[in-house]
């Protein structure tokens, strides 16, 4: 399997892989999904709340707040060996003030300051004048496949690679596929007096090229063992981060695999 990363942003990605099929990358994009752990609140302990929001839509709304995630330092609240909670399997996040004003996500006080909201400008309620909440909340590292607001990915799919062949002997040059192609994946080559492929991985595969070629001089497949993934997160991981959890873990399982069937599937 060969990957090679063709766009990276903060929170975007975009890679090829190369030797693989279906199943494996299928399997890449669910994990990426629902098994890579971050951080996120799961419990909040209301002190007072006068805002005319109930106390189950607040926490909500808190709950759905993207925390940056260190999963170096923390463990799975199911695998920490304290009696209740400790800093290795949670972190206490405050949240207080009295209107008139808005309260944001930035106003989360984190008593670790590498734990934080990724974004400061989430509203979280508005208070009126004389209304005041405290609360504290606690979140922990949890699962996409318990609940989605620990899921890492805001985006994670992916496609065949496009192949895109155009027979020249049969090209009369007319334009008529550079004009409808949807994606400006084709152009012509005023020197040589020919359509070329230009931005073949933008290619959607919708065939209106071939459609729209009354010589029958172009055919788009796809490469059966390449794809193209695009994996896009709420900030809460990098995009990389979760790729490499997501290959450890399809690693583990395989390994699993291995050794279940090596001893006999006993």
Known sequence: ?????????????????DGV??????????????EVP??????VEFLKNDARIFDEALAHRLGLV?????????????????????SRCSVSLIL?????????SGDLKSEDSNIKPVLDTIPLVKLKEGEEVELEAIAQLGLGSDHAKW???TTSAYKHYPEITIDQDKCEACLDCVKECPRNVLEYDEKNNQITV?????????RTCVKD?????ITVEIVEDKFIFRIETDGSLSPIEVLTRACDILSEKADKIVTFCEEGGS
């Open 96 to 104: 207080k003030g009295k209107g008139p004003k808005t309260l944001y």
């Open 213 to 217: 070629c009354q010589n029958n001089a």
């Open 198 to 206: 230009v931005d073949l991985e933008n290619c959607s595969m919708c």
């Open 21 to 34: 099929d279906v199943s494996m990358v299928n399997a890449l994009r669910r994990i990426s999904m629902v």
């Open 66 to 86: 993207p925390l940056s995630t260190d999963t170096e330092s923390m463990v799975m609240p199911e695998d920490c060996d304290c009696e209740g909670r400790c």
């Open 151 to 153: 899921q890492p990915t």
């Open 38 to 43: 971050t951080l996120a609140i799961e419990t």
């Open 1 to 17: 399997m060969e990957i090679e990363i063709k766009n990276r942003e903060n929170n975007h990605l975009i890679f090829t892989v």
